[in-house]
C-alpha cells in the first residue's frame, strides 16, 4: 500500500512505485489517495481531482491499483483503517512511505499494531534516508530522484509532473499560488 496526498502526483511517484515493483516479494502497489491526511489541515486539490490524477498517472503501470477507498469515505482516514480494509481484499504484507515521515510517524494512529503486522518500505530522499530505529521491519529504496509535491505546488518543475498530466496540474497550481 503506498498511501499519500499526491498534491499532485510526480515522476518521484513514479519511481517509488517502479522500485517498490522490482522487490522479489512484491506482486503488486495500490495506490491509495487520501480525502484528507489527518496530520494535515488541507490539500490543494480536491480528492476526486488528484484520484483521477493518480489513475491517469499510475493506474496503467503493470501490477498498480488505484483505489478510492480512502476518497469514498469522504473524510480523513487513518492507515490503520486503509490498511484493514485493503487487507480484506488483497494479500497486504507492507506500507510504502517516504523517509519524511519517519519524524511523524510515532502520532499515527495505532502505530504500533501498523508496525506490528507490516513491513515497512522506505523512499529515502537523497542523501539521507532518516532514522529508521521506529520501524520494526523495513526495506529501504532508493528512487534516486528529488521531487516533492511542495515544489512543483510552489510554482516551478512542472516538468515533473507526470506528462498525460502535466498541463492541468500547471494550471491548477498557477491559480492556486496567484
Do not use: Q
Not at 31 to 55: H, I, Q
Not at 93 to 114: C, Q, T, Y
Not at 116 to 140: F, K, N, Q
Amino acid at each position: 500500500m503506498f498511501g499519500g496526498s499526491f498534491d499532485p502526483p510526480h515522476h518521484g511517484h513514479r519511481r517509488v512505485i517502479e522500485e517498490v515493483l522490482k522487490l522479489p516479494e512484491i506482486e503488486r502497489v495500490i495506490v491509495v489517495p487520501t480525502w484528507l491526511n489527518p496530520l494535515k489541515n488541507g490539500s490543494f486539490a480536491d480528492p476526486e481531482r488528484r484520484y483521477r490524477w493518480c489513475m491517469e498517472s499510475f493506474g496503467k503501470i503493470d501490477g498498480v491499483i488505484v483505489s478510492d477507498c480512502e476518497i469514498s469515505m469522504g473524510r480523513a482516514v487513518y492507515t490503520i483503517e486503509s490498511a484493514s480494509i485493503l487487507s480484506r481484499r488483497y494479500d497486504l504484507g507492507a506500507i510504502v512511505i517516504g523517509s519524511d515521515n519517519l519524524p511523524s510517524m510515532h502520532r499515527w494512529r495505532e502505530f504500533e499494531k501498523l508496525d506490528e503486522r507490516y513491513r515497512w518500505i522506505v523512499a529515502s530522499r537523497p542523501g539521507s534516508a532518516g532514522d529508521l530505529s521506529i520501524l520494526s521491519d523495513y526495506t529501504v529504496i532508493e528512487p534516486d530522484i528529488d521531487i516533492s509535491s511542495t515544489d512543483i505546488r510552489r510554482g516551478g518543475r512542472y516538468e515533473m509532473a507526470i506528462p498525460e498530466i502535466a498541463h492541468e496540474i500547471e494550471r491548477t497550481y498557477k491559480k492556486e499560488t496567484n
